[in-house]
C-alpha cells in the first residue's frame, strides 16, 4: 500500500513538470496553457495556500485539489503535445531530479493569506 501512493507521488510529480512544459509548448490550446499556468504555479510554490500542519485540510490541496487540477487540464492538452511534454520532464528530472520552482504561485498564495487577513481584520473591527 506504502509501495503504491509512493509510486503515485511520483507519477504526480511528473506529471506536474509535464504540465510545466505543456504551458510553454507554443501548440498547446489556450485553456490548456491557463489551467496548466495555475496548476504548475501552485504545485511548484514554495507556499501552500494551506499549510500541511492544519490537520486534515492541510493535506487537502495536495491529496485532492493538486491531482484532480492535473488531471483535468491534462485533458485539454492533445495526445502529440503531451506525448513531447512528457519526454521533456522525464529528461529534467533525470538530469536535475527535483521540481522546478514558480515564484509566482508564492506570491499569489501571500496576496490571497493578506486578502483573507484583511477581510477578516474589517470583518470583526468594523
Known amino acids: 500500500m506504502l509501495q503504491r501512493l509512493l509510486q503515485w507521488a511520483k507519477a504526480l510529480k511528473a506529471e506536474a513538470v509535464t504540465l510545466w512544459f505543456c504551458y510553454r509548448h507554443p501548440q498547446t490550446p489556450l485553456i490548456a496553457k491557463i489551467l496548466a499556468i495555475g496548476i504548475v504555479a501552485y504545485a511548484f510554490s ?26 483535468l487540464t491534462l485533458k485539454f492538452i492533445p495526445r502529440p503535445i503531451l506525448d513531447v511534454c512528457r519526454v521533456q520532464a522525464a529528461k529534467w528530472l533525470e538530469e536535475k531530479n527535483r521540481k522546478p520552482r514558480h515564484w509566482l504561485g508564492a506570491a499569489i498564495v501571500i496576496v490571497l493569506w493578506i486578502a483573507a487577513a484583511w477581510l477578516c481584520w474589517k470583518w470583526f473591527f468594523d
Do not use: R, S, T
Open 46 to 71: 514554495p507556499i501552500d495556500l494551506i499549510p500541511d500542519f492544519i490537520p486534515v485540510l492541510g493535506l487537502l490541496d495536495e491529496a485532492i485539489l493538486l491531482p484532480i487540477g492535473i488531471w
